[in-house]
T-cell receptor, first 113, second 111 residues
Framework: NAGVTQTPKFQVLKTGQSMTLQCAQDMNHEYMSWYRQDPGMGLRLIHY???????DQGEVPNGYNVSRSTTEDFPLRLLSAAPSQTSVYFCASSRLREGTEAFFGQGTRLTVV | GNSVTQMEGPVTLSEEAFLTINCTYTATGYPSLFWYVQYPGEGLQLLLK?????DKGSNKGFEATYRKETTSFHLEKGSVQVSDSAVYFCALALVFNKFYFGSGTKLNVKP
């Protein structure tokens, strides 16, 4: 009954450091996505994937990389962290069929100092 | 383009008051519409959805009707409780189930 699992829950980085946010789902969903949540701006799409080996950019992709080698996993990589990337990050998964529910992870609160 | 606009918060109500949170959308296609709720420190959870015009989604006393003519999906509840305090997000989904979210409306319910 895991659903979407994100790790870590909290992270503090120094400017210029790199790190990977992990996301895994056990529902065999084709579609996975990463969002960042900032005050007053809702959720903004960073990258998404419609299946293993297929990724595409969302609204705010700069500074982030993704890959999808398996159906289950969709890691988000910060190449060189900047204070502007301080945010709460959410991973979500769903079926490809429009109108089906998107399931969210618990979020990762990232602070870049 | 595709976007969702919802009323800014915070919205502060007394317990048992009537709630309306407005949501309007623009979409290049024919979207499905959703309301998600986020409790403090948690991820988003589906509250209700509607997939075609005139459909009404409902859950836990909340309702919203898909109005294509006004491109709206307003959230309503007849009598709010303190436990309803949360942030509410309106969203639309199009091809490949790609979601677009509004900015969220924080609801505070006072006893």
């Amino acid at each position: 009954n895991a659903g979407v699992t994100q790790t870590p829950k909290f992270q503090v980085l120094k400017t210029g450091q790199s790190m990977t946010l992990q996301c895994a789902q056990d529902m065999n969903h084709e579609y996975m996505s990463w969002y960042r949540q900032d005050p007053g701006m809702g959720l903004r799409l960073i990258h998404y994937s419609v299946g293993a080996g297929i990724t595409d950019q969302g609204e705010v992709p700069n500074g982030y990389n993704v890959s999808r080698s398996t159906t289950e996993d969709f890691p988000l990589r910060l190449l060189s962290a900047a204070p502007s990337q301080t945010s709460v990050y959410f991973c979500a998964s769903s079926r490809l069929r429009e109108g089906t529910e998107a399931f969210f992870g618990q979020g990762t609160r990232l602070t870049v100092v | 383009g595709n976007s969702v606009t919802q009323m800014e918060g915070p919205v502060t109500l007394s317990e048992e008051a009537f709630l309306t949170i407005n949501c309007t959308y623009t979409a290049t296609g024919y979207p499905s519409l959703f309301w998600y709720v986020q409790y403090p420190g948690e991820g988003l959870q589906l509250l209700l959805k509607a997939t075609k015009a005139d459909d009404k989604g409902s859950n836990k006393g909340f309702e919203a009707t898909y109005r294509k003519e006004t491109t709206s999906f307003h959230l309503e509840k007849g009598s709010v409780q303190v436990s309803d305090s949360a942030v509410y997000f309106c969203a639309l989904a199009l091809v490949f189930n790609k979601f677009y979210f509004g900015s969220g409306t924080k609801l505070n319910v006072k006893p």
